[in-house]
């Protein structure tokens, strides 16, 4: 029994020592210089919600005018995958939808994201609205409308169309970026 002992404690030794060293990458804070990947924008010119995805090459993040663009950017198969970090506004802390501040982000595969609600993006499209707890989204969509999903089960129909003509269309993304 002491063998079979020792080797689970190794395994969860090294186990611990992986998740270590797979460590994410911290958010960059939004300033003035920040463009949207997409719309070639300034950021902090739109109201809502934004979003950044830092790369595992450890260059500049890209940045996004709201919360839809940056999960949709996960979702395209012609955008890079090698993610170190994706990371939307959290409008839990956010002093308000003009200006959901500089700092206040959460990882994105960690939110809690409002589907359907009236609220408009940077972009004047349907937002899907990021929180970092489940308690701030269900008072948003309570509010607002629409309804309260966890990342893993948003689906690329919500991200990147499904009948919104205001939505984000990855044509279009491919037409923006050349």
């Not at 970090?85 to 994105?108: K, L, Q, T």
């Not at 499904?162 to 050349?178: I, K, L, N, S």
Request: aromatic share 8%.
């Amino acid at each position: 029994m002491k063998p079979i002992l020792l080797a689970a404690l190794l395994a969860l030794s090294l186990a611990g020592c992986r998740e270590e060293t797979v460590a994410s990458a911290p958010p960059a804070t939004l300033t003035a210089e920040a463009i949207g990947r997409y719309c070639g924008m300034n950021l902090i010119e739109h109201d809502g919600p934004k979003g950044q995805v830092v790369l595992t090459e450890g260059h500049d993040p890209f940045w996004f005018s709201s919360a839809r663009d940056t999960l949709a950017f996960t979702m395209m198969p012609d955008e890079p995958k090698d993610y170190a970090a994706v990371y939307v506004s959290d409008m839990a802390r956010a002093d308000n939808w003009d200006d959901p501040g500089a700092d206040n982000w959460v990882e994105a595969r960690q939110a809690f994201y409002v589907h359907g609600s009236n609220a408009r993006g940077g972009m004047g499209g349907s937002e899907i609205v990021p929180f970092s707890t489940r308690e701030a989204a269900d008072a948003f969509a309570a509010e607002k409308g629409g309804t309260v999903l966890a990342f893993a089960d948003l689906t690329p129909e919500q991200v990147l169309g499904g009948g919104d003509e205001m939505a984000v269309d990855p044509e279009d993304h491919e037409h923006a970026m050349h």
